[in-house]
């Protein structure tokens, strides 16, 4: 199997700064992705990186990547108590067609 | 909003019961998947449907019996549940199987007494 694992399992922050969260993995991968979940909905895309990326922006969010080391992490900068939700990290790579998520990490953003 | 819609929304059933659970996407996309959702574990990838094929079926119980009669829709019927199987079921699609991002629906709170 080839699930990442989030780290840490939940992240208490005040408004204003910074959250991060780290993936690892296990075997190789062509791409992970992260995902944000609120309470009881769906899942939503935010990013992927490619195996051969090592760093990807995308507005308040910092993907890094490094595959010698097997593992991933998402920076929330500036964080709002509407970032509050579930980030899942999600693999995709070798023969497997499909993705595979972790358990995720529960973020709290107190206002 | 994903594009992809999920009814209904919250299920509550008995173990005798038959139900299904609706997913339609609005994105012309060729693969659906159903996820099982539960409380403090990683989504359990369920399904895979390309271009109404099944692809992909992960020892799922036959309790469970996927159907999806066009690209657009996929059903997921329900019979003689266990009460383990109560979890959140999530439907998604992507423009091809293995396709690299998944568009979630809301997902369907399901609870079996």
């Known amino acids: 199997s080839q699930q990442g694992e989030e780290d840490p399992q939940a992240l208490s922050i005040q408004e204003g700064e910074n959250a991060t969260m780290n993936c690892s993995y296990k075997?190789?991968?062509?791409?992970l992705q992260w995902y944000r979940q609120n309470s009881g909905r769906g899942l939503v895309h935010l990013i992927l990186?490619?195996?051969?990326?090592r760093e990807k922006h995308s507005g308040r969010l910092r993907v890094t990547l490094d595959t010698s080391k097997k593992s991933s992490s998402l920076l929330i900068t500036a964080s709002r108590a509407a970032d509050t939700a579930s980030y899942f990290c999600a693999l995709q790579g070798g023969s497997a067609r499909q993705l595979t998520f972790g358990s995720g990490t529960q973020l709290t953003v107190l206002p | 909003e994903t594009g992809v819609t999920q009814t209904p929304r919250h299920l509550v059933m008995g173990m005798t019961n038959k139900k299904s659970l609706k997913c339609e996407q609005h994105?012309?996309?060729?693969?659906m998947y159903w996820y099982k959702q539960s409380a403090k574990k990683p989504l359990e990838l369920m399904f895979v449907y390309s271009l109404e094929e099944r692809v992909e079926n992960n020892s799922v119980p036959s309790r469970f019996s996927p159907e999806c009669p066009n690209s657009s829709h996929l059903f997921l019927h329900l019979h003689t549940l266990q009460p383990e199987d109560s979890a959140l079921y999530l439907c998604?699609?992507?423009?091809?199987?293995?396709?690299?991002?998944?568009?979630f629906g809301p997902g369907t709170r399901l609870l079996v007494l």
């Open positions: 994105l012309g996309h060729n693969a």
């Open positions: 998604a699609s992507s423009p091809q199987p293995g396709g690299e991002t998944q568009y």
């Open positions: 990186i490619r195996s051969n990326e």
């Open positions: 075997t190789s991968i062509n791409n």
